[in-house]
C-alpha cells in the first residue's frame, strides 16, 4: 500500500466485507508511524467509525496489531469513562479510535486544546465511507475533518474505507472535497465468490381473527392463539425461516424495527412450540446496548447456532464472524445496502447464500393497478439484476445541508470563543464543505439565526452565542447532527429494554411485543419518560417513526426492463415465477409499455417508472397546473383528471420552460425535515429542498417522453361556464342543500370497512341548519380500533344494524351535495353499506373539505380535520366522534365556501372545474376534490341541478 505509507495522499479503498480493509490501511500507517516517529505530542492517526460497537470491535484488532511497537491505541466514545478521557488529554498519543459526535464534542468542549492534541497528527481513517455520504452526518464529518486539519496546521492524509461505493469519483470528491481528483482510489476486483441465490413469492392473505377483534374475542373467552392474528404469507415466511435457518448462524434483515420484533416473535414461539432452545434474537437501533451486544456476541459465539433478525445495525462492519445465510423480507432498500448485506455471508471461501421473500396482495377484482403488476416483486428482481451487474447507487451529493451548517457555525464559535463572519464563511464554504452555500445564501441564514437568537454580533463584527444558541451548545444532544426523538424508556424488574419514540407511547394494559418477546404495559411514568412492562401471552410490535428509502432512478428503468422481458431469472421460485408473470401479463394489458396512463374512477394513473425524485419533482409541476397529485406506489395519482385533460397536461408541461426548482419547492408545506430546519428562514428552506429533492432537467426530459407516448389520447376540450351538456353535473355554489356526513369505522379500507357510528347534519343552501341525525351502529364485527373512535364491543351491543337506519340517513342524503372531509372515503364506506342492505345508490355528488383546505384554507400541517379546525380557530367538539366531526366539517364547508364565493368562485361540476365570475371559460380546480362514481348513464341523473336520489329496492328500506 504505497499510497498510504507515502503519507501524503488521500486514498480510497474499496473492497468487500471482511476483506481486509482495515488492515490493509493501518499496516502501512503503522509501519511509518514506527519508521518516523512523532517528534511532537498528541494523536498520530484518528480513526473515525459510524458505530460505537464497530469502534469496539476494531479496537480489539487494532491493539492486537499495535502491540509490541509502542503505538497505544485508545477509544473515546460516549460509553468511555470521564477518567480514561482525562488521561487521553492529558498525555495524548497513537492512534484514536472515535465517533463523529464524540469528534465534535472535542471541539466544543475542548477547543482551546484541540491544537496540542492534533500537533502530531498524520492520518485520518474514516471506516463504512459509504454510509456517511449525502447525510447530514456526513456533512459534519467534512467539516470535521477539515477543521482537524486546521487545528494541525496541514493537510493531513484522508484514508477511506469502504465495502459499497457505486461512484468512486463522487466518493473521492466527498473524502476531499473540491479535490477528488488527487484521491488515489484503490479498488478490489476479486469477485470469485459463488453466490447461491432464491427470490420466494407469497401471496398475502388475511388474518384468521382480526387483531382489533382480539379484546372482544378475550372478554368472551375465546381462546385467540398469536398465529390467529398474523396474516398467512407472514407465517408461511416464518415456517420457511425456522425450518431453513435453525441449527446455523444466519441474518434475516427486516425492512422496520416493527417487523423485527414481529418476526422474532413468530420464530421464538416456534422454538417453544417444539420444545427446544430459542435460537432467534432482534437486533435494532432502539433496543438496550446489553440486548443488542449480547446478540453480536452470541454471533460471534460458534458454540451454540444462532439466527438475528435485524435492521441495517449489523449491516456494517461489526465484526460478527461468518454467517451461513442471509435472508431479506421485502424488496431490498437499495443496491448498496444488498451488497453489503450479501457480504456478510460465504466468508472464508464457502458460498454467500441469500433468500429473499416477498409478499404480494391476493387477487381480486378490485385490485389497484399500481398492485395488478406485482411492483414489490419487480423492485426486488431489478435490484437483484443491478447488483449481479455491479451497479450500485451513486452518492447524492447536491444537498446544502443548512442544518449542519448552522451546527458547525455554533460549533466554530464554541471552540474559538467567537468568530468573526467571514472566517466563519471561509471555514465552512470557501475551504470547507459547504461550497454550494454561497455568501448572500450565508449571510440570510445568520440573518435567520440572528432572528431566532442563536447567535448574536459585538459592535466590532465578532459572532457569539446567543440565549437560546447557548444552551443548545450546552446541551448533550448538540453533538449530533440528527435529531433523535424523545423516547419513553422501557424496563422490567429494573432491566432496561430499550426504548419508544414519545408519540408512539401507549396507554397502560396495552400489549405490545419488544425484544422479540410479548409484554403487558404495567404503568407509565411521564415525567421520567419511563414504561415498566411485564411479561405477557399477547402482544403487538409498536409503531416507530421512519420513512421509506429513496428508490434510485436506475432501479425504476431497470424494472421497466424486466416487464418487457420475457426471460424468467432463474433464482424464483414457482410462486415468484407466477407472480412475475401476473405482473408481466398486467403491464402489457394495461398497455403500460406504449402508454403510460391508466384510467381509474374519476382518475388517471400515471406510471412513468421513474425514481423518487423525477417522480416528486413531476408532481409538484402537476400541481402548478391545479391537479392534486398523490403518491400510490410506483404510480402518480391526478385527481378528477380525464386521460384527455391528463395528456393534454404532459404535452404542455413537455412545451414550456421547466420551472425553477425553488419555485417548486415552495409548494411543499412541510419543510422542515433536519435537526435546525426550525430556526432556518422559509426562502432558505425552499432553496435547500429544491437542492436534494428535486431534479428539473432530467424531470422535463422524463416528461417529454411521457408526452409523447400519449399522443394518441384527445386533447381535452373547454366549455362556457353557461352550457350545460347531457353528460355534465355541476351546481351553482349555494344552490343545493348539504349533508355533511361523518363515520367511524372498523377499517381504514373504505372497501372492507363498516361503520360503528355514523352522524349526518343536513344544511340549508345557504349553510345554515336544517336537520340533524346520529347513532351508534352494530357492525356485525366488533368496533374494530377502539383506540381511534373509543367505541367497544358493549358500547355496540343493542345498537341497530345499518340496514335498520338505512331510510333515515338515506332522507338526509336526499337531493343534497354529500359533505366530509375526505369524502372518497366516506362516501364508498356508505355505498358499500348502502349495496349490503340491498339499495343502490344513485351518483352520490360529493365535496370534500380536506381537498378545500388546500386551496382556501389555513393548515400548514397535514390537512386532517383536527389541523383545518385549528387553523381556523374552530372548536372541535368531542373528537373522534361522529357527531363531533360532523359539525366541525360543516364550519369548515361555511368557511371555506364563503371565501370561495368572496373570490368569485361560482360553480362546481363532476370534474372539479369552477366557473370563475367573469370568466369565459373554465378555469381548471380539482381542489375541491368534487368526486363522482361511474355509473351507467340511466342512473345518472342530468342536468346536475336535479335531485341526488337514494334508491330502495323491493323489500328494502323506505326513503
Not at 465495502?163 to 468512486?168: I, N, P, S
Not at 464563511?425 to 435567520?448: E, K, M, S, W
Not at 407511547?505 to 411514568?525: C, K, T, V, Y
Not at 422535463?700 to 389520447?713: F, K, M, N
Amino acid at each position: 500500500m504505497a499510497p498510504v505509507l507515502a503519507g501524503d495522499t488521500d486514498v480510497l479503498i474499496a473492497a468487500a466485507t471482511a476483506s481486509g480493509k482495515t488492515e490493509a490501511a493501518f499496516l502501512p500507517i503503522c509501519s511509518r508511524l514506527v519508521e518516523e516517529p512523532a517528534a511532537a505530542a498528541g494523536f498520530t492517526a484518528i480513526y473515525v467509525s459510524p458505530l460505537k460497537a464497530l469502534i469496539n470491535d476494531q479496537y480489539g484488532r487494532l491493539d492486537d496489531l499495535c502491540a509490541g511497537l509502542d503505538i497505544p491505541v485508545a477509544r473515546w466514545h460516549g460509553d468511555v469513562g470521564a477518567h480514561a478521557k482525562s488521561k487521553l488529554i492529558e498525555r495524548p498519543r497513537g492512534i484514536l479510535l472515535i465517533t463523529p459526535e464524540s469528534l465534535e464534542a472535542l471541539f466544543v468542549l475542548r477547543g482551546w486544546k484541540m491544537r496540542d492534541l492534533m500537533a502530531a497528527l498524520r492520518y485520518v481513517v474514516i471506516d463504512e465511507l459509504h454510509s456517511f455520504i449525502g447525510t447530514e452526518r456526513g456533512a459534519q464529518l467534512q467539516s470535521l475533518m477539515h477543521r482537524l486539519d486546521l487545528a494541525s496546521r496541514r493537510r493531513v492524509p484522508r484514508i477511506g474505507l469502504s465495502a459499497t461505493l457505486g461512484d468512486m469519483r463522487s466518493a473521492a470528491d466527498f473524502l476531499r472535497p473540491g479535490r477528488g481528483d488527487l484521491v488515489t482510489s484503490i479498488v478490489s476486483t476479486a469477485d470469485a465468490q459463488e453466490l447461491r441465490l432464491q427470490l420466494r413469492g407469497y401471496i398475502e392473505t388475511a388474518p384468521r381473527i382480526d387483531p382489533r377483534a382480539k379484546p372482544a374475542h378475550d372478554a368472551m373467552g375465546v381462546d385467540v392463539r398469536p398465529d390467529d392474528v398474523a396474516s398467512g404469507d407472514r407465517l408461511a415466511i416464518a415456517d420457511h425461516l425456522f425450518a431453513t435457518l435453525r441449527g446455523s448462524h444466519n441474518l434475516v434483515f427486516a425492512n422496520s424495527r416493527g417487523s423485527v420484533e414481529d418476526y422474532t416473535d413468530l420464530l421464538s414461539r416456534r422454538c417453544d412450540e417444539v420444545g427446544v432452545p430459542n435460537e432467534f434474537v432482534p437486533h435494532h437501533g432502539n433496543l438496550s446496548k446489553d440486548i443488542r451486544e449480547d446478540t453480536e456476541t452470541r454471533l460471534k459465539d460458534r458454540t451454540r447456532p444462532v439466527t438475528a433478525v435485524c435492521t441495517s445495525t449489523l449491516e456494517m462492519g461489526i465484526d460478527i464472524g461468518s454467517v451461513s445465510s442471509v435472508a431479506q423480507i421485502g424488496a431490498p432498500p437499495s443496491v448498496a445496502a444488498l451488497r453489503q448485506r450479501l457480504g456478510r455471508s460465504g466468508r472464508r471461501g464457502g458460498p454467500a447464500v441469500l433468500r429473499l421473500y416477498i409478499s404480494e396482495s391476493e387477487p381480486t377484482g378490485t385490485k389497484h393497478p399500481a398492485d395488478e403488476i406485482r411492483a414489490q416483486l419487480v423492485q426486488a428482481i431489478a435490484t437483484i439484476e443491478l447488483l449481479l451487474q455491479r451497479w450500485y447507487e451513486p452518492p447524492h451529493a447536491r444537498a446544502l445541508h443548512l442544518s449542519t451548517v448552522v451546527q458547525q457555525l455554533l460549533s466554530l464559535i464554541a471552540q474559538h470563543g467567537g468568530i468573526s463572519p467571514q472566517d466563519a464563511y471561509r471555514v465552512l464554504c470557501v475551504q470547507g464543505p459547504f461550497r454550494q452555500v454561497d455568501a448572500p445564501t450565508f449571510a440570510t441564514l445568520l440573518r435567520d439565526l440572528g432572528a431566532g437568537d442563536l447567535i448574536r454580533q459585538e459592535s466590532d463584527g465578532l459572532l457569539l452565542h446567543g440565549g437560546i444558541g447557548e444552551r443548545l451548545v450546552n446541551h448533550y444532544t448538540f453533538y449530533a447532527a440528527f435529531d433523535a426523538p424523545t423516547e419513553y424508556r422501557i424496563t422490567t424488574e429494573g432491566r432496561t429494554l430499550g426504548s419508544l419514540p414519545l408519540d408512539h407511547s401507549l396507554p397502560e394494559g396495552s400489549l405490545l411485543i419488544f425484544a422479540g418477546r410479548r409484554w403487558r404495559i404495567h404503568s407509565i411514568d411521564t415525567h421520567a419518560k419511563v414504561i415498566e412492562v411485564t411479561r405477557s401471552s399477547g402482544g403487538r410490535p409498536p409503531r416507530f417513526a421512519g420513512t421509506g428509502p429513496e428508490i434510485h432512478d436506475r432501479i425504476r428503468t431497470e424494472m421497466r426492463r424486466i416487464y418487457e422481458d420475457t426471460a424468467i431469472p432463474i433464482y424464483l421460485d414457482a410462486t415468484a415465477q407466477r407472480l412475475l408473470a401476473e405482473g408481466r401479463a398486467a403491464y402489457h394489458r394495461l398497455g403500460l409499455g406504449t402508454n403510460p396512463l391508466v384510467s381509474y374512477g374519476n382518475d388517471m394513473l400515471l406510471f412513468p417508472f421513474r425514481g423518487d425524485t423525477i417522480m416528486t419533482t413531476a408532481a409538484l409541476a402537476m400541481h402548478t397546473r391545479g391537479i392534486g397529485v398523490a403518491r400510490q406506489g410506483v404510480a402518480l395519482l391526478l385527481c378528477d383528471t380525464s386521460p384527455q385533460a391528463a395528456a393534454q397536461l404532459l404535452t404542455e408541461l413537455a412545451e414550456c420552460e421547466p420551472p425553477e426548482a425553488v419555485d417548486l419547492a415552495r409548494l411543499v408545506p412541510e419543510k422542515r425535515i433536519d435537526k435546525y430546519d426550525n430556526v432556518i428562514g422559509d426562502d432558505l428552506l425552499a432553496y435547500a429542498y429544491a437542492a436534494r429533492n428535486l431534479d428539473v432537467p432530467a424531470t422535463w426530459e422524463a416528461i417529454a417522453s411521457l408526452a409523447e407516448q400519449t399522443v394518441d389520447v384527445l386533447p381535452v376540450e373547454t366549455e362556457s361556464p353557461t352550457t350545460t351538456t347531457a353528460s355534465s353535473r355541476r351546481h351553482r355554489v349555494g344552490s343545493l342543500p348539504y349533508a355533511v356526513v361523518d363515520v367511524e369505522t372498523t377499517s381504514t379500507d373504505a372497501r372492507k370497512a363498516r361503520i360503528v357510528e355514523i352522524a349526518v347534519l343536513r344544511l340549508h343552501p345557504d349553510g345554515s341548519e336544517d336537520r340533524s341525525y346520529s347513532t351508534i351502529v352494530d357492525s356485525g364485527i366488533g368496533p374494530g380500533p377502539t383506540h381511534i373512535h373509543g367505541l367497544t364491543a358493549g358500547d355496540l351491543a343493542g345498537a341497530p344494524h345499518f340496514a335498520q337506519i338505512a331510510g333515515n340517513v338515506a332522507s338526509l342524503l336526499d337531493g343534497a351535495v354529500i359533505v366530509a372531509h375526505n369524502a372518497r372515503y366516506d362516501t364508498g364506506v356508505l355505498s358499500a353499506e348502502f349495496a349490503r342492505a340491498g339499495a343502490a345508490p344513485d351518483d352520490m355528488l360529493a365535496l370534500c373539505t380536506l381537498a378545500l383546505s388546500r386551496r382556501f384554507g389555513r393548515s400548514a400541517g397535514c390537512g386532517s380535520l383536527a389541523d383545518c379546525v385549528r387553523a381556523e380557530g374552530i372548536h372541535l367538539r368531542r373528537a373522534h366522534t361522529a357527531e363531533g366531526d360532523a359539525h366541525a366539517c360543516a364550519e369548515l364547508l361555511r368557511v371555506y365556501t364563503a371565501r370561495a364565493m368572496k373570490e368569485g368562485w361560482q360553480w362546481l361540476d363532476e370534474i372539479g372545474a369552477v366557473g370563475r365570475l367573469g370568466h369565459s371559460r373554465w378555469a381548471p380546480w380539482p381542489i375541491t376534490g368534487l368526486t363522482r362514481r361511474r355509473l351507467p348513464a340511466s342512473d345518472i341523473a342530468s342536468p346536475a341541478d336535479s335531485a341526488v336520489t337514494i334508491r330502495a329496492h323491493p323489500g328494502g328500506f323506505s326513503a
